[in-house]
């Protein structure tokens, strides 16, 4: 389902990071604060050797139940890597007692949900639902231990998903190759922790079921396993659920294969070029070798890693993307395992800059922490910043069991990550130089160049970076006999028991005040953890672009945290990262905002500095340039991506020049038009006292919100306004079949949209639901017909986009080229199905659960509760919306949902847009739609509503 060192890394490396400004000494940083108070839990092991943690919180009506496997990746047989993955897709087939897609059912039906992801070293599986559906999660998770069922069918159809997975993550995406296949390959000559997580599509292949079967024989058992349970239950009762259903589980009498390959040291430097289809900018990455998470220095290389990369202020944002701008993002990746890791240090590098340039400049800063001491205000700002992390990661039943999971398994103590955090408070500028000059070493570098594809070139350009012949990885023995488990009868299934009596469930509440110049301030009290979010959101953003302008919005959003009249883009980022928080801005199409989240003892000086990015913005001219460069370069990422392309041409052909047409982000032609001037004119007309809203959610109380806000807003005077507006009055464009031909793309992104409605339409929940019908959830019926029937694509899904005005409905998905065609078809027709005949009230009830359980969890945190706090604020919602918001769901019937389908989703007023290799499905497209327009991908023109 996810594979967390990919994803971890794609989504660090591909995010466009913004621009900051001129360096500045930095103020002595506050130490950190010892403590973050440990997780409470108790913990026993079974007979059978199941070791079950428990961490209770009456605070949420939620219940999180984790079972986490010690098998990874690492753990894949000899010819069949990837094969613990592809397992960990079986274990939402059927066992014994459970149909297919049964968990699915027991979480998101009842307005949970579920997940599972594979890492090197484990496979660990997720559940959080109502706390009075815990008993049938326990019964499940066993059941699925003890007693899964792998026949022919399911495993033929997840290993085609697993192959889309590939093709999306690896293939398709930019640079997907160089995170998920070359750095693990080129980091060790022996560990298989060499094999990347998903695997080969050949070794996929391979594959045979009597493979599967004696893998989960050998790795699925109770002495593996690790359940951890986190949320609002009655001890008694679980201590009792766990015996009922895990402790008969037998405990195998063979022993559990591990992994004891020793790395060897290296000690000379290895270097590779490579040039690659679909990569819009240069890469560098170089890997490093580290020990064990659980090695002494551990401590001392996270502090490392966050005085290299974290935040703004970290040295390579400030010295390759900021300062010398010869990276559009840099960072550095601490991948700690269980055996051993690596530290890499990676680099996207800007338009115009050489890779050679770019790795010259990681090595100078490398050498740089090698050779001098980082000063005392880098060490504390470093751990208040990881302290911060920390409580974040624990603000959820889920988050907190993670930690403790991650900590058995990877650490082999469920204590780990706290004696980490006591052991990172102690951690000096010697460890920190000691650990680099030990680890960062140049003769310990490997290193990477991964290019453009160079078209021109005659001879092969790739340097070979495969698995090295001298990995260790050894066949699977399958533990004796191996049982085939067999669904049972009708008559011998048992069913999973009923749930408890429903724990009710609270929207957040909000107390709001407003000052004498019309700032609103909402308060929303969250004493739980000592953390504070405070969010300026201020109506007015992307929806106001000038037709030629395309982007201004976005793009002044991000200057507002690149200077103000007292502080540089330098001096924001110290100052708020010493207090251990992060300063954030963004814009949507309906407001612009700038957000803060910190230890709550720090909100007197974070507010201080939000005011002042808000108030004081200087945008100037090298702050301008700097920002529309890095956008620019992140614009250019995203348009390589078949399946980013594919939804901004959808939104384009569906809405033309309307004001959610355009690219939030703006187009590299629209980006360069603007000026400074237009940032001006824009930030006055959006950043007005009485349209702008003051959010804080936390550990506050009204008396002292009131008091901050009193502090830094009560002066803020009203700026000179230029009114300003999108082009509300353009109409809709005919419908359109669009195929941008992107030659040599690993998958092909299709989206079929239509205009729809605005968020305070009468038809808003309704289409909602609908929409959760149709493709939202696991569940869905898009999601069911092309990828759990068909495996056609690694997922699919549907969206309603209600702002302000009225965006897109669209429904969309990845495949392999040749099924393009196919996953129209599918989408049209379920679309227009959900208006021709009526929900059923069973799949109706259970859509809705989905989205009151959605809503529930977003406002699970201080940044969720702020975020949608201040997403009812630009769309010009009452609050009390908030409260009502399950109700309103709750009342909607199916006459309803059919009513608003039929208006809403009916596909004759739909555009279909494919994105994707052109030669290998525009045949059999224009079998169906013989007037289907091509556009090479290089001469498409999103600027404009007609596209070329």
Known sequence: MRLSRAALLLGAALLPLAATAKTAPRAPARPATPAIKPIAFTERTLANGLRVYAIRDTSTPNVSVQVWYDVGSKDDPAGRSGFAHMFEHLMFKATRNLVSEQMDRLTEDVGGNNNASTNDDYTEYHETIPANHLERLLFAEADRMAALVVEPKSFASERDVVKEELRQNTN????????????????????????????????????????????????????????????????????????????????????????????????????????????PLPAVLISYPIPADN??????????????????????????????????????????????GNLAAIAIIASGKTAEQGEAALRREIARVR???????????????????????????????????????????????????AAIARVTAADVQRVAAKYLRDQRAATIHYLPEDKSAAAPQNDRI??????????????????????????????????GPAIAASAPVTNEFTLANGLRVVVVEKHDLPLLTALLTAQGG?????????????????????????????????EIETLGGSISSDASFDGSSVDVTVKADQAAPALAILADVARNPVFAPEEVERARAQTIDGVQVAIKNPSQLAALVAARAALGDLPYGHPLSGTPTSLKAITATDVRATYHQTW????????????????????????????????????????????????????????????????????GIARSDAQYYPAAVANTILGGGFSSRLNQEIRIKRGLAYGAGSSVQAGRLPGTISGRTSTKNPSAPETVSIILAEM??????????????????????????????????????GGYVVQGLPLSELGAYTARVSAVDPAAVQAAAAKLLDPA???????????????????????????????????RAALK
């Open 909 to 943: 007023a739909a555009s279909i847009v494919v994105v994707g290799d052109a030669k290998l499905f525009l045949p059999e497209l224009r079998k169906t739609y013989p007037d289907a327009e091509v556009i090479p991908a290089d001469a498409l023109k999103l600027d």
């Open 688 to 755: 007005q006292p009485a349209k702008t809203t003051l959010v804080l959610v936390g550990d506050v109380t009204l008396p002292a919100a009131r008091a901050l806000a009193e502090r830094n807003f009560a002066d803020w005077k009203p700026n000179p306004i230029i009114v300003r507006s999108g082009n509300t009055r353009a109409s809709y464009p005919k419908p359109r079949v669009i195929v941008v031909d992107m030659p040599g793309a690993g998958q092909a992104g299709v989206v079929v949209a239509r205009p």
């Open 371 to 421: 050779t001098k001491p980082v000063t005392a205000a880098e060490l504390a700002e470093a751990k208040n910043e990881i302290l911060t992390s920390a409580l974040r990661a624990r603000e959820t039943a889920e988050g907190k069991g993670r930690t403790i999971a991650a900590s058995v398994i990877i650490d082999r103590d469920p204590r780990a990550a706290d004696r980490q955090l």
């Open 542 to 574: 992307g929806a106001t672009d000038p037709a030629d302008r395309a982007g201004v919005g976005n793009l002044t959003a991000d200057l507002m945290t690149k200077g103000t009249k007292t502080r540089s883009a330098t001096q924001i980022a110290r």
């Open 466 to 499: 495969e698995v090295a012949d001298t990995v260790v990885t050894k066949p699977l023995v399958a533990p004796g006999k191996v049982e085939i488990v067999t669904p049972a009868s009708e008559a011998e299934r048992i069913a999973p028991p009923a749930a």
């Open 295 to 340: 090695h002494p220095d551990g401590p001392a290389l996270s502090v490392l890693n966050a005085v290299l990369s974290q935040g703004e202020s970290s040295r390579l944002y400030e010295s390759l993307v900021y300062r010398d701008q010869i990276a559009q993002s840099a960072e550095t990746y601490l991948d700690s395992k269980q055996g051993p």
């Open 172 to 279: 398709a995406r930019p640079y997907g190759k160089l995170f998920s296949q070359y750095f693990p390959a080129i980091s060790y000559t022996r560990h298989p922790y060499a094999r990347g997580t998903i695997g080969s599509l050949d070794n996929l292949q391979s594959a045979q079921i009597d493979d599967v079967r004696a893998f989960h024989a050998t790795y699925y058992r109770p002495d593996n396993a690790v359940l951890v349970v986190s949320g609002n239950f009655d001890p008694a009762k679980l201590n009792g659920w766990v015996d009922q259903y895990f402790a008969k589980i037998k405990r195998p009498t063979t022993p559990i294969p591990r992994v004891t390959v020793a790395e060897p040291e290296r000690t000379k430097p290895t270097r590779y070029v490579v040039h690659e289809a679909n990569t």
């Open 832 to 869: 227009k199905r959900l208006g021709a005949e009526p929900v059923t009230p069973a799949e109706l009830e259970t859509r809705k659960a989905v989205l009151v359980g959605n809503f529930g969890r977003a406002t699970e945190t201080t940044e969720g509760i702020a975020g949608t706090v």
